[in-house]
């Protein structure tokens, strides 16, 4: 019973709806890449950066998108990579180990695990809260089967803290710090295409 309590709990507090800050404006294309707040990261030191606002711990399309963003990282040796996640971060760390982070990560200098458990970095962003119809419809049921026999990616046990109201998106911010890409997600099941994301940023470098 007690670990049926571990998992549920979590499970059921991740579905209650909450109080978000307000999201700020998207920004905008070739715009200054708002800051990373209580944070000490630079945006503008030179290195192209792919900024992954995922969902929560557990959910089947973040460990995709987990997955996607090592793929960039390995073909380009100059991409930096963060992950904001909306839950404490030993937490965020213990999901990251789960899902073979350290593995797909192996360099620590190219990827930075940032807890936001206030969903203020996610507002800041212009990233807010998925509509009612947003989290669960028949196209993320299908997503979800076609991902589970695609890349045998499926539900994880719910993370302490995660909120499954928050909506995804992402970034590519150049090495000035300009947004040269952005995605918000349409629904819980939509996936960044980080592919595209990291040629807006790498191309540049290489031109």
């Not at 937490?91 to 695990?113: A, C, M």
């Not at 998925?130 to 049921?141: A, C, E, F, K």
């Not at 695609?150 to 090495?175: C, E, H, M």
Request: a neutral charge; glycine letters at 8%; aromatic letters at 8%.
């Amino acid at each position: 019973m007690t670990e049926f309590l571990k998992s549920y709990v979590p499970a059921l507090r991740s579905i209650i709806p909450q109080t978000s800050p307000t999201p700020s404006t998207l920004p905008e294309i070739d715009s200054k890449a708002p800051a990373l707040p209580n944070t000490d990261i630079r945006l503008d030191d030179g290195q192209p950066t792919l900024i992954a606002f995922v969902r929560h711990c557990g959910c089947p399309f973040a460990e995709k998108e987990i997955n996607l963003l090592s793929k960039e990282v390995k073909k380009n040796d100059q991409l930096r990579v963060i992950i904001v996640q909306h839950a404490e971060m030993n937490q965020v760390k213990s999901w990251f180990d789960e899902i073979g982070g350290p593995n797909l990560f192996p360099d620590t200098n190219r990827y930075i695990l940032l807890p936001d458990p206030k969903r203020e970095i996610y507002a800041r962003w212009g990233i807010g809260q998925l509509g009612w119809m947003g989290m669960i419809n028949s196209t993320v049921l299908d997503n979800l089967k076609q991902l589970k026999q695609s890349d045998g990616i499926d539900l994880r046990p719910t993370g302490k803290g995660s909120y499954r109201w928050q909506n995804s998106g992402g970034f590519a911010v150049d090495g000035k710090g300009v947004v040269k890409w952005r995605k918000v997600a349409e629904d819980s099941s939509d996936m960044c295409d980080y592919s595209e994301a990291s040629r807006t940023i790498i191309s540049q470098m290489v031109s």
